[in-house]
Nanobody, 125 residues
Framework: QVQLVESGGGSVQAGGSLRLSCAAD????????MGWYRQAPGKEREEVAV???????TYADSVKGRFTISKDNTKNTLDLQMSSLKPEDSAMYFC???????????????????WGQGTQVTVSS
């Protein structure tokens, strides 16, 4: 059973930085697609950053150049380094993991994978 536990959230002023971490267990970490989503009150969940098993990364336009996703296959951790934070980055951040199903890649429909419980990020102006 896939288990994901996020940490590293908190409160920071605009322009500051935070590093989120996701500890994973229960599956072959290196073979999974993993990503970060966020959800602010009253808004839909948004895909923030994704890393495929081959290391390819994608980012939402709103965070490009400010956020960096990385993972350590020896420690089974997925990180999100967030810099130049803005108030609109405030949200609950979730770690998501998904393996390959059928003929589709692991990153296909990532949001249908396993989710962590989330960690809150609050950016004040």
């Amino acid at each position: 059973q896939v288990q994901l536990v996020e940490s590293g959230g908190g409160s920071v002023q605009a322009g500051g930085s935070l590093r989120l971490s996701c500890a994973a267990d229960g599956y072959t970490f290196s073979r999974y697609c993993m990503g970060w989503y966020r959800q602010a009150p009253g808004k839909e969940r948004e895909e923030v950053a994704v890393m495929a098993s081959n290391g390819r990364t994608t980012y939402a336009d709103s965070v490009k150049g400010r956020f960096t996703i990385s993972k350590d296959n020896t420690k089974n951790t997925l990180d999100l380094q967030m810099s130049s934070l803005k108030p609109e980055d405030s949200a609950m951040y979730f770690c998501v993991a998904k393996g390959k199903t059928g003929t589709k890649t692991a990153c296909y429909a990532l949001r249908n994978g396993s989710w962590g419980q989330g960690t809150q990020v609050t950016v004040s102006s």
